[in-house]
């Protein structure tokens, strides 16, 4: 479902809708002060360095893969 979209994709439309809710929050009048703009930030942040930890990059070899390698080694061009 998501394997289009890319890692940095994801966490900056996470971190963009987190500081549009701020926004909006001001903007509809609630109270907002320190202790408020440290859980916001740690909203924004946490989930998002969490993601791209722990997002998977690239596929591992398979057994096959590996054993291939050892045994066709690359020839760098010669024939």
Same mark, same amino acid.
Request: charge should be positive; proline fraction near 9%; avoid cysteine.
């Given at each position: 479902m998501l394997s289009h979209v890319s890692r %940095? /994709? +994801?966490a900056s439309i996470w971190s963009v809708a987190v500081v549009v809710l701020a =926004?909006?929050?001001v903007f509809l /009048? &609630?109270? &907002? @002060?320190s202790s408020i703009a440290a859980l916001w930030l740690v909203a924004c942040l +946490? *989930?998002?360095?969490v993601m791209l930890l722990l997002w998977p990059?690239? *596929?591992? %070899? !398979?057994? =096959?893969e590996l054993l291939h390698?050892? @045994? @066709?080694? =690359? !020839?760098? /061009?010669?024939?």
């Open positions: %940095l /994709g +994801i =926004a909006s929050s /009048g &609630f109270a &907002f @002060n +946490i *989930p998002s360095a990059s690239a *596929p591992s %070899l !398979t057994v =096959a390698a050892v @045994n @066709n080694p =690359a !020839t760098h /061009g010669q024939r």
